[in-house]
């Protein structure tokens, strides 16, 4: 598989796979993600800021992710961090459907690490709901450390965690 930055033409592609895993998240009762969020323009602005990035396989989209260093502004409510800026996050992370079960996210999730080491960065910072297991046992395989709660939009209450790489 390759991992690269996602380009324009992949717009498509990852949207589908972004609905594969709302559709997921619904069937198993995980309010991570809702029918307004993340939203199609999202991935268009990750897309065009340099922060969307894809697995291909054989010519096919089948992972999608944002790999960012500029920060998340929520990360700010929590003193209990490591590590001030930079660090990577990787938000919006979905496998496409046929991919499922077969490490794809925990790949992906290694390749960004290896993009923050390449750039000097030594702390991977991610978040999630409680409801979200795979994601849960993902972070937890990984190495990371719970550093506390964030809120997004007000009242989308979330378990932050960090590790060094």
């Not at 046929?98 to 030594?122: C, D, N, S």
């Amino acid at each position: 598989m390759l991992f690269r930055k996602a380009r324009m033409e992949d717009e498509g592609r990852i949207w589908e796979i972004i609905l594969q895993a709302k559709a997921q998240m619904k069937r198993l009762g995980s309010h991570q993600w809702d029918e307004s969020y993340p939203a199609r323009e999202s991935i268009s602005q990750d897309i065009q800021r340099g922060e969307g990035y894809v697995f291909e396989q054989e010519g096919h989209v089948v992972a999608y992710g944002v790999v960012s260093f500029a920060g998340e502004p929520v990360y700010q409510q929590l003193d209990t961090w490591e590590s001030p800026l930079p660090y990577l996050v990787v938000h919006r992370l979905a496998v496409a459907d046929e991919m499922k079960h077969q490490g794809v996210a925990k790949r992906f999730m290694l390749e960004a690490e290896e993009v923050a080491r390449r750039q000097g960065i030594t702390h991977f910072r991610v978040d999630t709901n409680y409801d979200n297991q795979y994601m849960l046992r993902l972070i937890d395989d990984l190495g990371f450390a719970y550093r506390g709660e964030c809120v997004y939009r007000g009242e989308c209450v979330r378990m932050a965690f960090e590790k060094r790489i």
